[in-house]
């Protein structure tokens, strides 16, 4: 089945420092790719997403590129702040045996952002 | 975009009982998902409920340990039955975005620990 891998937390960087988290993904076919994040004691949100190859997403300063040819969706950003901090999940959209779209992360990866 | 409104937030529950968490959505939804999140761990699938069937599970989940309702298209519920801590997680659920394009919405979540 289709799956995600995410690079392994936790992510320590000072202020302003350049971020990158790294993600690929196992799918048939071309699924759409999403970076969701859980800011501490808050709900699952979406940071950005692409639909189809060399689409980028971007928001918040995130940017996001998705690329078939090595089949990542890798997530930067120039200079991260301390509310940056979070946890990022990689996840992608497949449909379900019963119908309707599912979505299946990757394992998350918490980045601490000192001041 | 969906609003969903689970309760309760969350709960200490002891060993051996069972806990009902409620999903609420404010509009009709074919499909409904349960997951769970262990402590620091990814997001895993339980289910996928649709109204007026029974819920599919994922392998490594049970109907009589994750018994769901489903009984109409803006309601949800979960069951965790005969808890142990390793029960222990926060339980979200989530509508189908109807097209692979689009992202999922989630509730806030259930933290449920097990005592």
């Known amino acids: 089945g289709n799956s995600v891998t995410q690079m392994e937390g936790p992510v320590t960087l000072s202020e302003e420092a350049f971020l990158t988290i790294n993600c690929t993904y196992t799918a048939t076919g071309y699924p759409s790719l999403f970076w969701y994040v859980q800011y501490p004691g808050e709900g699952l949100q979406l940071l950005l997403k692409?639909?189809?190859?060399?689409d980028k997403g971007s928001n918040k300063g995130f940017e996001a590129t998705y690329r078939k040819e090595t089949t990542s969706f890798h997530l930067e950003k120039g200079s991260v702040q301390v509310s940056d901090s979070a946890v990022y999940f990689c996840?992608?959209?497949?449909?379900?045996?019963?119908?309707?779209?599912?979505?299946?992360f990757g394992a998350g990866t918490r980045l601490f952002v000192k001041a | 975009s969906a609003v969903i409104s689970q309760k309760p937030s969350r709960d200490i529950c002891q060993r051996g009982t069972s806990l009902t968490i409620q999903c609420q959505v404010d509009?009709?939804?074919?499909?409904m998902f349960w997951y769970r999140q262990q402590p620091g761990q990814s997001l895993t699938l339980i289910a996928t409920a649709n109204q007026g069937s029974e819920a599919t599970y994922e392998s490594g989940f049970v109907i009589d340990k994750f018994p769901i309702s489903r009984p109409n298209l803006t309601f949800s519920t979960l069951t965790v039955s005969n808890m142990s801590p390793e029960d222990s997680s926060i339980y979200l659920c989530?509508?189908?975005?109807?097209?692979?394009?689009?992202?999922?919405?989630f509730g806030q979540g259930t933290r449920l620990t097990v005592v």
């Open positions: 692409a639909t189809k190859a060399d």
């Open positions: 989530s509508v189908d975005p109807g097209n692979m394009n689009t992202e999922a919405f």
């Open positions: 996840a992608l959209s497949e449909k379900g045996g019963t119908g309707g779209f599912k979505t299946i």
């Open positions: 509009s009709q939804v074919t499909m």
